[in-house]
């Protein structure tokens, strides 16, 4: 089964309080993005640590119940930390950053790398009968097979999530195709 590709640039996610403190002010929209409901905001912030920084990180809305801070290994390095591969929403074991906006500055134990995932509505997983985990076959000039985990929803638009450096190592980008292994 084909599945196309979404590259997932670093990213933040941010609770009401959080917003509120950084901003001031409510989400303002860029452009939606694919996953029903989500979009891309106007809005900025500095991911800081000791050693360094990285500016002009965008938020995504809608907010959410819990901050989040999604980076690739890449700029984790940058940043002198280690952040653990995590399913959205599990922050056990996250790192500690620094958010910096346009009103003010929060400490956030919430920064992970975001694990390889597909997002699929649980009646299609149902459908065709889409286990928990797959394998997914990339073509190409730099090809390979990566496992990825099965991120299933009420509303979800059907694509592989992976992270710059995923997309990268294979030579992929937003809308190539991929295709699935073991269902």
Same mark, same amino acid.
């Given at each position: 089964m084909? !599945?196309? /590709?979404?590259v997932s640039n670093r990213h933040i996610h941010l609770t009401q309080n959080d917003l509120d403190i950084l901003f001031g002010k409510e989400l303002t929209k860029s452009k939606d993005l694919k996953q029903p409901g989500q979009f891309a905001s106007n809005e900025f912030v500095t991911i800081k640590t000791i050693k360094s920084e990285i500016t002009n990180v965008r938020v995504l809305g809608p907010v959410r119940d819990y901050t989040q801070v999604e980076i690739s290994k890449t700029d984790a390095y940058k940043l002198g930390i280690? @952040? @653990?591969v995590r399913s959205s929403g599990n922050l056990k074991d996250a790192e500690t950053v620094?958010? !910096?906006g346009p009103n003010g500055t929060i400490v956030t134990n919430s920064c992970i790398i975001a694990d390889r995932h597909i997002h699929i509505t649980y009646d299609e997983k149902q459908k065709y009968n889409i286990p928990d985990k797959v394998n997914i076959k990339i073509n190409g000039e730099k090809k390979g097979i990566i496992e990825v985990n099965v991120k299933p929803s009420q509303e979800a638009f059907f694509e592989l999530h992976l992270d710059t450096d995923d997309a990268n190592a294979f030579l992929l980008k937003n809308d190539d #195709? /991929? #295709?699935?292994l073991n269902i």
């Open positions: 084909k !599945i196309t /590709v979404g280690n @952040p @653990p620094t958010l !910096i #195709e /991929v #295709e699935m």
